[in-house]
């Protein structure tokens, strides 16, 4: 490989390495903003007449806002479209980030060989997972793991919630079920899913090892 050609490999590593800083970021932020909207969701399912008691009034564009004269079942359907639009960028956002590590990996597997060391420039690959610790392999399963499973869950029961307890127009029920739903398959998909095709494929290998 030329020193030029390894020059732009290591450019492009370095420019990569920084893009998924970023999404990360945003990862990061969009979860935090889902846990809020969460909050807020049991706050209006839960206790309805607490929450509307809180709300005051906003002043958009030099018109006051009277929230406490809004109809609930229209803040719950706000509610739960904000949270299908966030868990759909973060799912989308997440795994960009995965994948993009794949690519970091692969850009490594490049450049090493060519510095004539097979171990160096490996921060982010080999170097990364040798003796990985105890707890950074816990973090990551409850990250990537329990938490997806957590809010699909939380989903589950809250929309329950609100479809027994809460006497809201059918129109409302409808369009918040067809939310929640959404909720609950972009996190089917991006977490649940691929676990259980990965399981299937490693038993699928073992089988044929053992024949």
Request: with cysteine.
């Amino acid at each position: 490989m030329t020193d030029t050609r390894l020059d732009i490999l290591h450019d492009h590593y370095k420019e990569s390495f920084a893009y998924i800083r970023e999404r990360e970021k945003e990862r990061n932020r969009l979860f935090l903003i889902l846990i809020a909207l969460f909050a807020l969701l049991a706050l209006e399912i839960q206790y309805p007449i607490n929450f509307q008691g809180a709300l005051s009034k906003i002043k958009v564009l030099d018109v006051e806002v009277e929230l406490s004269a809004l109809p609930l079942p229209a803040f719950l359907v706000a509610t739960w479209t904000f949270v299908l639009v966030i868990a759909l960028r973060y799912c989308q956002t997440s795994i960009n980030v995965e994948r993009q590590y794949d690519y970091i990996h692969m850009l490594e597997d490049k450049i090493s060989p060519e510095l004539g060391d097979g171990d160096l420039y490996r921060r982010e690959g080999r170097a990364y997972e040798r003796d990985y610790p105890l707890f950074s392999e816990w973090a990551w399963r409850f990250y990537v793991i329990v938490l997806p499973t957590l809010v699909t869950i939380a989903t589950v029961i809250l929309i329950y919630q609100e479809l027994v307890g809460l006497g809201y127009p059918l129109v409302s029920q409808v369009l918040d079920v067809f939310l929640a739903s959404g909720v609950v398959i972009s996190f089917v998909f991006y977490r649940i899913v691929p676990l259980v095709g990965g399981a299937v494929k490693k038993l699928g290998r073992g089988g044929g090892d053992s024949r």
